[in-house]
């Protein structure tokens, strides 16, 4: 598994990116990509551990750690360690459908479970995948494979994300008729346009879509079941139902002003400017632009880092990301964040360097709570008004934020994007299938069985678990799949 002696020798690597000064006047992948001979050295990392934990997915403390998809990384590190390329990519294949998604918008929990970062640099796992997959499309390795036989059963995966492709791929290789039901314009759901085209380019997506339309896979664009497509239609034509809709409903925020113009959601912004982007390169203007804008972004998660990203290419003004979250330390705090928790540390992602590059400064304001919006005599967005906050903890241990007096500060505004997470899923299908929810709105399936109280409807992804990663939910979109497959067959061969 690697070079016995190669986290000893080599240094860790990701993958380059280009100068943030000037990747920032186009859409184009901001990263560049590493050598084979590169690569090699990352994956000769590995350490041959006793026990790898990367591998594992779970969750502790509310946090993954190590690998939802149980992505086989040892063996792989050392394929590629050894020149093995298409091997590394068979062994990549058995357990992720599509390792180029995670391989460039994953935020890599495996990483934070590697061993070797107990004490050292973690191996450069989403590296290596990225690279071996690219190289399989590069020299034709991935290719369509089809069923050999049909079953005869259909099936209807509702949603294109991560889940629903995952689910789709998997029932498609068993065998059934799979149709995938898309309400947007183009498929991939947040893959297309959540998450913007210099982070996964719609290329990436388009390019696997066409392989699995190849393999049999049908999709439905610009029908959203329960609204231009009947429920009892779907009940009818197909013999079961994977629900794979995403946890769409943005989560608001409950403060003055919030209903005045200029203020979004931040999917709004994004989905706009990519459709936009696809569309006309922009030159419909069909899309809330940034340009001379002062820029707010409220919430520190990687979707807020997406809007930094987005407003920077506009050309904004000025621009402010708020965290509502102390700064976070250099190196893991070891008493409350030990391995292989997913390690809690201040990061600098590929927005706030172009911020910084363009602008001048890291955008992000910690500890800063939104009091209030104000606007002008029109009725657009002019203030931001916030003030800072401590966490404090009581006697019993639950938390609150605490404000901090003379804290108190006005920021300009004109434009204000909402990064601040996902409440549950959209409920109106939901309500029309006669799906029975849990409290927090997602749908009511155990993980592992995903089966609803609906005989013949499954759910994965999001819709089930509330707001998760990319990697998550490819792991349910398998699993339902081969319970819908058992449910169907009586049996499964599915993984």
């Not at 959601?265 to 899309?287: G, I, R, V």
């Not at 799906?435 to 997602?442: C, D, F, G, M, V």
Request: charged letters at 30%; aromatic letters at 8%.
């Amino acid at each position: 598994m690697g070079k016995p002696t190669g986290f000893m020798e080599y240094e860790r690597q990701t993958q380059p990116e280009r100068d943030p000064s000037t990747r920032t006047k186009d859409w184009k992948d901001y990263t560049l990509p590493m050598s084979d001979e590169e690569v090699q050295k990352q994956g000769a990392r590995c350490m041959d551990c006793g026990v790898p934990t990367c591998h594992t997915g779970m969750e502790i403390e509310g946090s993954t750690t190590g690998c939802p998809v149980n992505h086989l990384i040892p063996e792989w590190n050392d394929l590629v360690y050894r020149g093995q390329w298409k091997e590394a990519l068979k062994v990549e294949h058995e357990k992720n459908n599509f390792p180029e998604f995670t391989g460039m918008a994953c935020p890599a929990p495996c990483e934070g479970a590697c061993v070797l970062g107990i004490n050292e640099p973690p191996v450069a796992i989403r590296t290596v995948e990225r690279s071996i997959i690219e190289k399989g499309f590069d020299e034709g390795w991935v290719v369509p494979e089809p069923p050999k036989t049909r079953t005869g059963k259909k099936a209807a995966v509702v949603g294109s994300g991560p889940a629903g492709l995952a689910a789709a791929a998997q029932l498609n290789k068993a065998g059934h008729t799979v149709t995938v039901f898309e309400r947007a314009d183009r498929v991939g759901g947040l893959l297309t346009y959540g998450i913007p085209e210099m982070k996964l380019s719609y290329s990436v997506v388009e390019r696997r879509i066409n392989i699995l339309e190849q393999e049999g896979i049908k999709f439905v664009t610009n029908t959203e079941v329960g609204r231009n497509y009947p429920v009892s239609r779907l009940r009818e034509e197909f013999d079961s139902i994977v629900l794979c809709g995403g946890a769409t409903v943005p989560r608001n925020i409950d403060a003055e002003g919030r209903g005045l113009r200029g203020i979004h959601y931040a999917m709004d912004f994004l989905h706009a400017n990519t459709k936009s982007l696809l569309d006309t390169n922009h030159q419909d203007e069909n899309y809330i632009s940034a340009e001379g804008k002062d820029v707010i972004v409220i919430g520190g998660g990687d979707t807020g880092t997406d809007c930094i990203s987005t407003s920077i290419r506009h050309n904004c003004k000025s621009l402010t990301q708020f965290d509502i979250y102390d700064k976070k330390g250099e190196d893991r705090d070891d008493l409350n964040n030990p391995w292989p928790q997913y390690p809690i540390i201040h990061r600098v992602e590929y927005g706030q360097k172009e911020a910084a590059a363009s602008l001048g400064r890291d955008p992000r304001a910690f500890a800063v709570m939104t009091k209030k919006f104000v606007g002008d005599e029109k009725g657009r967005i002019k203030e931001v008004h916030t003030v800072n906050v401590k966490l404090t903890f009581d006697e019993h241990g639950n938390r609150s934020r605490e404000e901090i007096p003379g804290t108190e500060k006005v920021w300009k505004a004109d434009l204000v994007l909402l990064a601040i997470g996902f409440t549950g899923p959209e409920q109106d299908l939901i309500d029309k299938l006669g799906i029975e929810t849990e409290q927090k709105s997602t749908v009511k399936a155990e993980y592992g069985d995903y089966k609803t109280n609906v005989e013949g409807i499954f759910a994965a992804g999001d819709m089930r678990r509330g707001q998760s990663l990319i990697v998550w939910a490819i792991n349910e979109g398998r699993e339902a799949a081969r319970e819908c497959d058992r449910y169907l067959m009586g049996s499964t061969q599915l993984p």
